[in-house]
C-alpha cells in the first residue's frame, strides 16, 4: 500500500496504481463519536478537489467528507451503509468512504504527511 496522506479536513488518502483510497481520520471519528449513518457518493460522479463528497452523521454531528484532489468517484464502500459502525472501529482501515481516479495524482502528494498531521492534531 502507499504512503498514507492527510488533509485538514481529517480525511486520509492512500493511493494505489491510478485509483486513491479515501476516509476519514481515526482522529475524526474519535471526535464524531459514534457514527449512526454514512452517505456515500454515487459512483462516476465527477468532483473538484474540495467538493463535498460524502456525510458522515454520529449522535453528536454530522460532517462533511470532502474531496481531496479532482477526479472521477469509482467505487464506494457499500459496507458502510450495511454498518456505519464500522467507522468507530476501523476509521484508517476497513471503513474507507470511497475510491476515485485523481484527474493529476501528483496533487496527493502535496497533501500532509502523518508527522505533519501529527502536528496539526497535537494543536
Known sequence: MADVKYTEDHEWVSLDGEEATIGITDHAQ?????VVFVELPEIGKKVKKG???????SV???SEIFAPVAGEISEANPALEDDPGLVNG???GEAWFFRMIPDNPEEIDDLMDASEYSDLIDD
Not at 30 to 34: A, F, K, P, R, V
Not at 51 to 57: C, M, P, Y
Open 60 to 62: 453528536k454531528a454530522a
Open 90 to 92: 476501523d476509521a484508517e
Open 51 to 57: 467538493d463535498v463528497v460524502a456525510v458522515v452523521e
Open 30 to 34: 474519535e471526535q464524531l463519536g459514534e
